[in-house]
Nanobody, 122 residues
Framework: QVQLVESGGGLVQAGGSLRLSCAAS????????MGWFRQAPGKEREFVAA????????YYADAVKGRFTISRDNDKNTMYLQMNSLKPEDTAVYYC???????????????WGKGTLVTVSS
């Protein structure tokens, strides 16, 4: 079992930045592919970014490429999402998620955090 806890959400103006963190506990974090997903009001949850266990490969949704950066520190059992040039359409609850194994498009995660709210004002 892996427990995931997100932090770092909040209210920011358009064009601003936020850094989300995801603290993991339980099974060996370093063996897991990790990712960020988000769910905006009235919309389905969508993929944002993912990172392999080593951090050597990263994947991004087209909507955030060039603005968001995913990273991880396996020594600290923590994953991050640096979000720059934020837009009002980035407003959502952001979820941390993970699973063992390799990344694949449309990946289904086994473990989820409870989410952190990001609100971007225009």
């Amino acid at each position: 079992q892996v427990q995931l806890v997100e932090s770092g959400g909040g209210l920011v103006q358009a064009g601003g930045s936020l850094r989300l963190s995801c603290a993991a506990s339980g099974r060996t974090f370093s063996n897991y592919v990790m990712g960020w997903f988000r769910q905006a009001p009235g919309k389905e949850r969508e993929f944002v970014a993912a990172i392999t266990w080593s951090g050597g490969s990263k994947y991004y949704a087209d909507a955030v490429k060039g603005r968001f950066t995913i990273s991880r520190d396996n020594d600290k059992n923590t994953m991050y999402l640096q979000m720059n040039s934020l837009k009002p359409e980035d407003t959502a609850v952001y979820y941390c998620a993970g699973r063992s194994g390799s990344y694949y498009p449309g990946i289904k995660m086994n473990y989820w955090g409870k989410g952190t709210l990001v609100t971007v004002s225009s």
